[in-house]
């Protein structure tokens, strides 16, 4: 299972919010709400996250197995 954990992680490490992110980035509320869901994104979207916040993939994405 893939989760989005590491991202609110990032962003409070980069004192960001969700609010500037999609104002200063575009990015929309659909999205945000498919991460706080851990719904699946496309790697442009991580390709996207990881330039605007300036991280590795490791800090917007974890993967872990299901059991």
Do not use: Q
């Not at 999205?31 to 605007?52: A, E, M, W």
């Amino acid at each position: 299972m893939i989760s989005y954990e590491p991202f609110y992680r990032t962003l409070k490490e980069k004192k960001l919010s969700t609010y500037r992110l999609i104002v200063d980035h575009g990015i929309s509320r659909s999205l945000l709400d498919r991460l706080k869901h851990n719904k699946p994104i496309s790697t442009v979207t991580i390709n996207d996250l990881c330039t605007f916040l300036d991280c590795r993939v490791e800090d917007i994405l974890m993967y872990t197995k299901e059991k």
